[in-house]
């Protein structure tokens, strides 16, 4: 199975900041990582897929880098509404694997 | 409208059996994978298993810990995707989603929509 690390596990920031987090796989997967944002009681929703592409609709200050086995997400200018957990997800092999989640939350 | 609405969670017991349902709407549901993902009370996303389109003959997928136990069909006049689990343990209990998957660069299939989730809690 491919293992899916990120980091940091949880991060603390403040409206206006840019931040970046950090995504590696077990193996090398190519460009086939997808990032997510998740908020509390509510279903995950795309933001990145083949590790830089944007989803339609998503906004630009979300942005996807890295190819084989090490990934980042970067938002800048943090906004109230970023304020979520955010999993990285290889789709290269099966099973599919998610990273552990990178909690950011209001510093 | 575009989206996914799963339906069937709910308490059952240990070695018992349960089927969710996902009700597709608004794109057509034969072109697409189908995935099911989920999360146990405040853990991470854990894909479960996955049917690929008509164009691949829906065949399956599914990870090792519910392979045997979980079954992933469809029902095309229904436009319905179904995930009976039987032999439920005390370690399934978790919101469960349904996912969409959609195609890109002409082989591989990341998840873009998904569903509100159900919660299924297996405890005696």
């Known amino acids: 199975d491919i293992q899916m690390t990120q980091s940091p596990s949880s991060l603390s920031a403040s409206v206006g900041d840019r931040v970046t987090i950090t995504c590696r796989a077990s193996q090398g997967i190519n460009n086939c990582l997808a990032w997510f944002q998740q908020k509390p009681g509510k279903a995950p929703k795309i933001l990145i897929y083949a590790a830089s592409r944007l989803q339609s609709g998503v906004p630009s200050k979300f942005t996807g880098s890295g190819s084989g086995t090490d990934f980042t997400l970067t938002i800048s200018s943090l906004q109230p509404e970023d304020f979520a957990t955010y999993y990285c997800q290889q789709y290269i092999g099966y099973p599919l694997t998610f990273g552990g989640g990178t909690k950011v939350e209001i510093k | 409208e575009v989206q996914l609405v799963e339906s069937g969670g709910g308490l059952v017991q240990p070695g018992g059996s349960l089927r969710l349902s996902c009700a597709a709407s608004?794109?057509?549901?034969?072109?697409?994978?189908m995935d099911w993902v989920r999360q146990a009370p405040g853990k991470g996303l854990d894909w479960v298993g996955r049917?690929?389109?008509?164009?691949?003959?829906?065949?399956?997928e599914y990870a090792a810990s519910v392979k045997g136990r979980f079954t992933i069909s469809r029902d095309y006049s229904k436009n319905s995707l179904y995930l009976q689990m039987d032999s439920l343990k005390t370690e399934d209990t978790a919101v469960y989603y349904c996912?969409?998957?959609?195609?890109?660069?002409?082989?591989?299939?990341?998840?873009?929509?998904w569903g509100r989730g159900t919660l299924v809690t297996v405890s005696s």
């Open positions: 996912a969409r998957s959609q195609i890109v660069d002409g082989s591989r299939w990341y998840f873009d929509l």
């Open positions: 049917t690929r389109n008509k164009a691949n003959s829906y065949t399956t």
């Open positions: 608004g794109f057509t549901f034969s072109d697409h994978y």
